[in-house]
Nanobody, 125 residues
Framework: VQLQASGGGLVQPGGSLRLSCAAS????????MGWFRQAPGKEREGVSA????????GYADSVKGRFTISSDNAKNTMYLQMNSLKSEDTGVYYC???????????????????WGQGTLVTVSS
């Protein structure tokens, strides 16, 4: 499985961005996909995740009500719509996937097997 994240950039506080994650390779086995971010000097943290089986979604408390995860199976692409961005949302955003059907915590990086290269999101005035 190969993942390609895109859509990052510089945005002012209160602005919006949409990240995309294109999946290729042996993707029929993917069970859960997620978005993670890593700010300078901090550990990678889970932002949001979506089940490819039933569409169930999950969000970190810090982004609930502002971010929306979705997927387009026909395009093998996952999205993260980010609204009302704050300076603390700044970081490198990674998409990830796992084909294990026994995921205990979809916002935990260690659950995932496949990672994209990351796209930088900078929220600053």
């Amino acid at each position: 499985v190969q993942l390609q994240a895109s859509g990052g950039g510089l945005v002012q506080p209160g602005g919006s961005l949409r990240l995309s994650c294109a999946a290729s390779g042996i993707i029929f086995s993917i069970n859960v996909m997620g978005w993670f971010r890593q700010a300078p000097g901090k550990e990678r943290e889970g932002v949001s995740a979506i089940s490819n089986t039933d569409g169930t979604t999950g969000y970190a408390d810090s982004v609930k009500g502002r971010f929306t995860i979705s997927s387009d199976n026909a395009k093998n692409t996952m999205y993260l719509q980010m609204n009302s961005l704050k300076s603390e949302d700044t970081g490198v955003y990674y998409c990830a996937a796992v084909d294990d059907d026994d995921v205990n915590n979809a916002l935990r990086p260690s659950e995932y097997d496949y990672w994209g290269q990351g796209t930088l999101v900078t929220v600053s005035s």
